[in-house]
């Protein structure tokens, strides 16, 4: 996790989820940083304090021998009718005995290094991971989160939806993967794995981590088994949960959720200030037994 000289407030969280997901701009976000600036610090070491470091979070690293991985290119509707995703899998056995596969969708900022580790300890765990670059149309993720949110921002969501929909049933045929398939998804990547649950009929099982939930008349259309996960401090995203749950419930749609005590928007992300461990590790665990369940 980010070395910092200070811990971040939760009041410096809080601004810093309004910037990161497009509420104020980085003027503003800068401004308000600034009545934290105390004793000697300033406000650009405040604010790389808040910022992913993906320098040191890398859990799998990318010549770990159990697994193998490559860009590689899929057809998709949208954009320029291909779409990139890092492809993941266990470097052993998979070609005679495919595994289930689970797409991985990014937060509002494309295909970061934190996301690829992700797609890594799937492959670890012994599944077929692709994780898309929603940004690939626009030149790809430019290896700065700031950018990659002005980026993603001018592409039509429910063209990214469908190019992730697109990595489902490109999956479903590899040759690798059984063609049992599911979705994990974080924060914008949440709430499309909600959709993907509404609008993919084929899809197995789908994990939002703190992502928004479908509209209740798309409720009755989900057919995925949901595992949903929640931060407690997470204000924002939690204001829907009530209107999903009584929208799940009124449909019988299978579902579990997990409300992770003092946990922020982000908590599983370990690049950031954000992270909490204890939660991180076992929304994970959960996650991997909820795919043995429902893929293998």
């Not at 910092?4 to 910037?19: F, G």
């Not at 599944?127 to 690939?136: F, G, K, N, Q």
Request: glycine share 10%.
């Amino acid at each position: 996790m980010t070395d910092t000289t200070t811990k971040p407030s939760q009041e410096m969280l809080d601004l810093y989820d309004r910037y990161a997901h497009g509420f104020i701009d980085r003027r503003t976000f800068m401004n308000r940083l600034g009545r934290f600036a105390v004793g000697g610090i300033t406000v650009a070491a405040l604010a790389n304090s808040l910022l992913p470091d993906y320098a040191r979070a890398e859990q799998v690293a990318k010549d770990d021998l159990r697994i193998m991985g490559e860009d590689i290119l899929y057809p998709s509707p949208s954009g320029a009718g291909e779409m990139m995703g890092y492809l993941v899998r266990p470097a052993l056995a998979c070609d005679v005995n495919p595994r289930p596969g689970v797409v991985v969708i990014h937060e509002n900022r494309g295909l970061n290094p934190y996301i690829r580790d992700v797609a890594r300890r799937l492959a670890v765990a012994g599944y077929v991971a692709l994780a898309p670059d929603a940004l690939y149309p626009l030149g790809g993720y430019p290896g700065s989160d700031d950018e990659g949110r002005t980026m993603q921002r001018q592409r039509d969501r429910n063209e990214m939806v469908e190019d992730f929909k697109a990595a489902v049933a490109f999956l479903e045929k590899h040759p690798n993967c059984t063609g049992n398939v599911g979705c994990v998804g974080f924060c914008f990547g949440g709430s499309v794995s909600n959709r993907l649950a509404a609008e993919v009929p084929s899809l197995k099982a789908s994990v939002p981590f703190y992502g928004g939930g479908v509209p209740a008349e798309a409720v009755p259309n989900i057919n995925a088994p949901l595992l949903i996960h929640l931060g407690e401090l997470d204000k924002r995203v939690n204001a829907g949960w009530p209107a999903y749950k009584e929208a799940l419930d009124a449909n019988k749609k299978a579902y579990t959720m997990h409300m992770y005590e003092g946990a922020n928007h982000g908590f599983h992300n370990d690049t950031t200030p954000r992270y909490d461990a204890e939660a991180a590790e076992l929304a994970w665990a959960r996650t991997l037994a909820f795919f043995a369940k429902h893929l293998q």
